[in-house]
């Protein structure tokens, strides 16, 4: 049993193209990328700008204490350390504190906040006698509060130092960093489209010759282009393309020679029917019975060797349309009439009366003769032929309706009834219908030629409408 490879319907609507998917891959990467080294780079400047900040700080505050233990021991008998933390100038927002004989002291002319706002850790740490220096917020503002213990006026020195623009400089950094970012994620998704394009295309290459295959052209060969990277692939793909051509030349010559090589053998057997038709009221009523199955088999079996005639030229692609400008009602009409069958309604909408098509004026009517017989042999006959414009989807065409009374066609077998040798359920069971299994394949065969399409759909109703779309000249073209 031959294995297919198949992707359900609804994982085939999730799935993106390829070109999409290599795209959004290469955006993916560059976005996770830059991503990564944005924050590196965001955390290395953070890094630097705290450090940068915070050595000139404690470069400052070293300063400020040696300003203030010459101060305190210069002037302590005539000066109290709230007098020289007033006279004490600092940048703006610094403030500073001294703590001597168990308070603090600290300036209340431009004081912003207290001591008590300093981080209590802080307080108790440098009381204790450790240099201290610690980050902490104050009215959303970053501050470094450092302190330190002076022995030689047995005091507590602390400042603190405003951190300015440290916010706004890090959003800055991150707002480019992020810009940066975007621009990158969508210059590899181009890049990836670019990318995907080149890396595609050998494939739609390949996908185009095999279409071209499937549609009946058999010297459809690839060129690798001098790709190194492809030569494998060519050479696979074009000795697959011509073992099918082989095998498909093959079987057309084994068909066309064994019809050809049965049109003898059948031209005498069916000599001999007549001659023997011609005998009839000699032969018994057996031998008038078996003489109607003979003569109906050797019909129905020289119009299955005319069939794969027919079938065998299309297979060697030696078919073609001998088109000309014909009023496709009057079309209809003709072939009808030469069908012989019973009447049966035809209705030909006025707006397709003088609509033209190019068509070959015998397999048209080889395409309508067929239908009509499907018709008798599986639907009952039929029930109403129309002629009507095409509409919506099918606008441009006319289109060709037969309608008959049977049982219909399952949703199942609709494709597969234009199959050669594809019959419907009722044909199944032996000797419930007759027909070479032909005709159909034959009218999809003879509408393709016409650029046009065939398909079967369920009659209002009940029964079973096949429907042909043929493509009318634009009023410009008809000469």
């Not at 459809?220 to 051509?245: E, P, Y």
């Not at 003569?295 to 079996?301: G, Q």
Request: include cysteine.
């Amino acid at each position: 049993m031959a294995r297919t490879h198949r992707l359900s319907r609804r994982r085939r609507r999730r799935r993106r193209s390829l070109r999409t998917r290599l795209a959004v891959t290469f955006a993916f990467a560059a976005l996770g990328l830059s991503a990564s080294l944005s924050a590196v780079t965001y955390t290395l400047v953070r890094t630097n700008l705290i450090r940068e900040q915070e050595g000139s700080a404690t470069a400052r505050f070293f300063a400020d204490a040696q300003f203030i233990k010459s101060e305190l021991v210069d002037a302590r008998v005539i000066a109290s350390p709230a007098d020289i933390l007033e006279d004490f100038t600092t940048p703006v927002d610094t403030e500073a504190f001294l703590f001597v004989d168990g308070d603090w002291q600290g300036r209340t002319s431009t004081q912003r906040f207290t001591i008590d706002d300093v981080p209590p850790a802080f307080e108790q740490r440098v009381l204790a006698g450790f240099p201290t220096s610690q980050r902490f917020q104050f009215d959303d503002d970053t501050y470094l509060a450092v302190g330190l213990y002076i022995p030689a006026i047995d005091a507590v020195f602390v400042e603190t130092f405003r951190l300015r623009d440290l916010d706004g400089s890090l959003s800055i950094v991150g707002g480019t960093l992020l810009g940066v970012s975007a621009v990158i994620t969508v210059a590899a998704a181009l890049i990836g489209l670019y990318i995907s394009r080149r890396v595609v295309r050998p494939l739609e290459i390949v996908a185009t010759a095999a279409s071209e295959i499937a549609g009946g052209r058999l010297d459809t060969r690839l060129d690798s282009g001098g790709d190194s990277d492809l030569d494998s692939l060519t050479r696979a793909f074009n000795q697959m393309a011509d073992a099918l051509q082989a095998r498909i030349d093959r079987d057309t010559r084994f068909a066309s020679d064994v019809s050809h090589e049965l049109r003898s053998p059948l031209t005498t057997m069916r000599t001999s029917i007549e001659l023997l038709q011609g005998r009839r009221d000699e032969l018994s009523d057996r031998g008038r019975t078996v003489l109607d199955l003979l003569d109906a088999d050797v019909k129905r079996f020289d119009q299955m060797v005319r069939d794969l005639l027919e079938i065998s030229r299309f297979d060697a692609g030696a078919a073609s349309a001998n088109v000309e400008e014909v009023r496709i009602g009057e079309l209809v009409l003709r072939s009808i009439e030469a069908i012989g069958e019973p009447r049966f309604p035809v209705e030909i909408d006025a707006r397709t009366a003088a609509t033209i098509v190019a068509a070959d004026k015998r397999r048209i009517e080889r395409v309508i003769a067929n239908l009509v017989n499907n018709a008798r042999t599986h639907g009952g006959g039929v029930s109403c032929m129309s002629v009507v414009p095409g509409e919506r989807e099918h606008d441009g065409t006319v289109l060709l309706i037969v309608d008959d009374s049977g049982p219909g066609v399952p949703l199942a077998d609709r494709e597969r009834i234009f199959d050669r040798f594809a019959r419907g359920p009722a044909s199944r069971r032996r000797g419930a219908v007759e027909g070479t299994g032909l005709g159909l394949s034959i009218v999809s065969e003879h509408v393709r030629l016409h650029e046009g399409s065939v398909w079967v759909e369920d009659r209002p109703g009940g029964g079973a409408r096949f429907v042909v779309a043929l493509p009318k000249l634009p009023a410009g073209d008809v000469r």
